[in-house]
Each structure stands twice: as structure tokens, then as C-alpha cells.
């Protein structure tokens, strides 16, 4: 009887410790389960620097927040499981199907409450930097947007035979070596199914510069211009791509200011006719970009987006992405049959109507060009004196 009594309370003891470790365990597993794992809280991707230290983070309204310390905080506080997440961008993107979850969880579980958190900041005090450090490619689309086209040719064709004809970067106008044989007329006449976009390159190391930095116009150059641009962020290596299935490899969408000097160079003599693209385009920081990146997931019209391009404060380019002759799947189609794109590689899609050159102004140190597009953000950039070229002439 001892014996049976004995036994009682030490098998009741190991059944409560049993019960509470399950229970514990139940809890944990319901607390995890309470966060959602869904894009149900939208929010935008940003690089930025804070107390020295240059972090990646999600907005939400006015708020930028570390990811890593929004990481640690919900493993604590809604015990979830321990993870890493990546510390620069293009690594998030390249990982963004493993990550994508636990940024959801964060967005969701932080979405009303990141005021009194020490990993969460105003955005208006940390230093918002370029969103990718750097793309492996910069791609630029030509004369993408009909009016523009014809905006170009209209300003071509109104130039004097003294007035300077430079490149014409978007579009091909501005006459250059023997006009660049820009034909504005052909615009009505393309078939994006049938007829191939102009694209060219410029150096994401050497034209990328931070949202807010100032582009330093070369001394001399006084034909320098405004073209505000939707740009598309791949996600994954796209290579033989079709239309249909493109949107599959894009991870979302940012703003780039496509920086174009419309003749303000060189005029030697070439054996190739046409215009220096390199010249009009390549120019040092020409590739203003950011100020943040919006996955896909949280911009589902980003084929009809408002696009408005500010010059102190003027409107000069009021569009809408709709109205792109070449679009994002024959855009991707068309460039990943000639190269393979990578995760964190940008295509900027060309510039609508409304330039500089179409209207025969141009910007000055002291300017500020501001593009701004919807559901992404406002790129800021002020135009500054740059440094002066050597003398290469005696």
C-alpha cells in the first residue's frame, strides 16, 4: 500500500513536467503560428545608413526598419524560429524565396508598433542610399514611349543648321554623326512582337549614385538632361525568357533617372556615323537611383504607374507606364535572348515624353530634378559643378 502510494505523486510529478514542456511547446508553436507569413502588410525595400552603419530595411508609412534587429526581435518576442537574414540587397533578392516569409512576419508582426523599437528609424534621419551596391548589369531603353519619340523628332527637325547635335540618348534624336538615322515617324509603325527595342549599357559602378546626391555637370557641358524612368528588377537569371513568362523572374520595381548630355561634347570626326552613345550617356553618376525598391507582390499595376518628372518644382514629364511601346515581357524577352540577367540587375525602361530636349531647356548647377512615381517614392537630385576634363588639345 506504502509502495502504491509512494509511486502516486512522483508519476503525477513527471506527468505535470511532461504536460508543461508540451504545453510550453504548444505555446511557442501557437505564437509562431499567430504571425503571418503572408504579404499581407505592404512595405518597400531600402539600403540605408544609421548610427555609422549601412543596414537593409523595410518601410512602412514614414518608418525604415533594420532588418537584423527586427529579426532578433520577433524571435523573442513571438518565437518563431532563429534564421540569418542577408545584409545587402542583391543578396536579399537572390535569397528572396527563403527570406520572403520572414520579411512578411516582420511587416506583419511590427506593422502598428515601431515607435519606441531601437531598430526602427524616421526616414527622414538615416541616409537612404542607392537601393543596390552594385547591379552586375544597367540596361536602358531607347525611345520607349511614342510621344517621345515624336516629341524628339518634332525638336530635331526645329534645330538649326549652327544649333549643336548631340546625342540623343532616349530616342536617338539629336542628329550626331549623321542624325544617328533616328526615324521619329517609325515609332506609330512597331510591332513589339516583330521589331526589337534600342538598348544600351551604362556602368552601374561608375554612374549608380545615392537618392538626394548631387549629379556634378562637367564644366562645358551645358546641354545636360532630365528623363525619369520606371526601372525593372530582376529576381532570378532570366535567360530565353518568353513574354508570358517574364513577370516570373521580375522582383520589383524602383526609379532611375537615365542622366543624358544631348551634345554638349565632343565634335571630332569618326568613321562611324551616328551618335557617341557612350558620350551621352556614360557620363560619371549618370544613373541617379532609388530611393527604394517595391517587390512585385506589392505593386500589381505596375504596368499603368503615374510617372511625373519635377525641374525646381515644374512639371516636365507626366505619364503613365502604359503607354510603353516595347513592355516588361517583350523588354525581358527581348534582352535575355541576346544575355542572361541576374538577380538585382536593372532594366530602366525609357523615358515618356516631356525632355529637355523636346523642349529645348536644359539644367544648370542649382537645379533639382525630382521623379516620382506611384506606389514607389520621390528620387531627389540636385545638379551640381563637376570637376574639369584635362585639356587634350595644345
Known sequence: MFKRIGLFPACTRAGVAIFAVALLGATARSSAAAVSDKPETPFKLATFEAAGKVRVGL??????????????????????????????????????????PRLYQIANFL?????????????????????????????????????????MGAAQSGRGPQAPAGPAGQGGAGGGRASGGFNPGAAALIDPDRDAPIVFA??????IIDPGEAFLIPPGRTRMDWEGELAIVIGKRARMVSKDKAHDYVFGYSILYDVS??????????????????D??????????????????FLPNFNNLHLVTRVNGVVKQDAHTSELIWDEGHMIQYIS??????????????????????????LKPGDVVEIEIEGIG????????????????Q
Not at 127 to 141: G, R, T
Not at 288 to 297: A, Q, R, S, T, Y
Open 59 to 100: 518601410v512602412i508609412g514614414s518608418r525604415v526598419i533594420d532588418l537584423a534587429g527586427a529579426n532578433a526581435y520577433l524571435v523573442q518576442k513571438a518565437h518563431v524560429r532563429a534564421m540569418t537574414l542577408p545584409a545587402e540587397m542583391r543578396e536579399l533578392i537572390e535569397q528572396y524565396d527563403t527570406a520572403a
Open 111 to 151: 506593422k502598428d508598433n515601431t515607435q519606441a523599437l531601437p531598430f526602427a528609424y524616421d526616414i527622414a534621419k538615416v541616409s537612404i542610399k542607392a537601393p543596390i551596391k552594385y547591379p552586375w548589369n544597367l540596361l536602358n531603353l531607347a525611345a520607349n514611349y511614342k510621344a517621345h519619340a515624336e516629341g
Open 202 to 207: 551604362k556602368s552601374p559602378r561608375s554612374c
Open 261 to 278: 548630355d544631348r551634345g554638349g561634347g565632343r565634335r571630332e570626326v569618326s568613321m562611324f556615323a551616328g551618335t557617341n552613345w557612350f
Open 280 to 297: 551621352g550617356k556614360s557620363v560619371d553618376g549618370g544613373a541617379p537611383f532609388g530611393p527604394f525598391i517595391v517587390p512585385k507582390e
Open 337 to 362: 535572348t541576346i544575355m542572361s540577367l541576374y538577380p538585382g540587375d536593372l532594366i530602366s525602361t525609357g523615358t515618356p515624353a516631356g525632355t529637355g530636349a523636346e523642349r529645348q531647356e536644359f
Open 378 to 393: 520621390t528620387l531627389r537630385t540636385p545638379m551640381d559643378v563637376g570637376p574639369a576634363a584635362p585639356q587634350t588639345r
